[in-house]
């Protein structure tokens, strides 16, 4: 029994030796194709879109959001406006509307919605609609028969369409209130 034993043990070694030698006579230089990098991301892949509003009226914010192309975002601020909140009621006209505080008070507001399409090229084709309310002081209105005073809300909204590259450069707007919105995409 200890014979057999030896001999399959070495017709395992015998029958390796011939398996690996052809392999091993294989020159190295047909073992695989070479990994091609490219410099370029898949279009549809993540984008760093940096979104600077520079407003006299609505402040300054900056934001900076990772999206796919053909998808859309959505940047909202709110920020107290120079002279603080103004104070309101729901008997107000449009109160539901405002941008409001824990208060209740009116408080200023940014919203941007943001929606690239990257072409082939490396361009971007960007929808960008604005939207932005603040308080300028007060106003009396009357509202079921009694006179109150509520904020006297000052709002922008525009939809502006535009180009850009997807190259780290930045591309600035002047809204029709002279608002400037600076863009900046990177992959």
Known sequence: MSS??????VSVVA???CALAPGMLTPVAHAATP????????????IRYTVRVTSKQFGNSQETRTIRSGESDDFTWKTVPPGGPVAGT????????????????????????FA???????????QM??????????????????????PNDVSVSQILRFTMPVNGST???TLNDGT?????AKR
Do not use: W
């Not at 690239?116 to 960007?126: F, K, L």
């Open 4 to 9: 057999s034993f030896k001999l399959s043990a």
């Open 90 to 113: 729901d008997a107000c006209p449009n109160y539901a509307s405002l941008p409001v505080d824990a208060n209740g008070a009116m408080i200023r507001q940014t919203q941007i919605r």
């Open 116 to 126: 690239p399409v990257v072409s082939s090229d490396g361009t971007a084709s960007v």
């Open 180 to 184: 400037e919105v600076a863009v900046s």
């Open 129 to 150: 609609s604005f939207q932005a309310q603040t308080p300028h002081g007060v106003k009396t209105v009357t509202s079921g028969g009694k006179t109150i005073k509520c």
């Open 171 to 173: 591309k600035t707007l």
């Open 15 to 17: 029958s390796l030796a």
């Open 35 to 46: 990994i091609t990098v490219t410099s370029q991301a898949a279009l549809d892949g993540p």
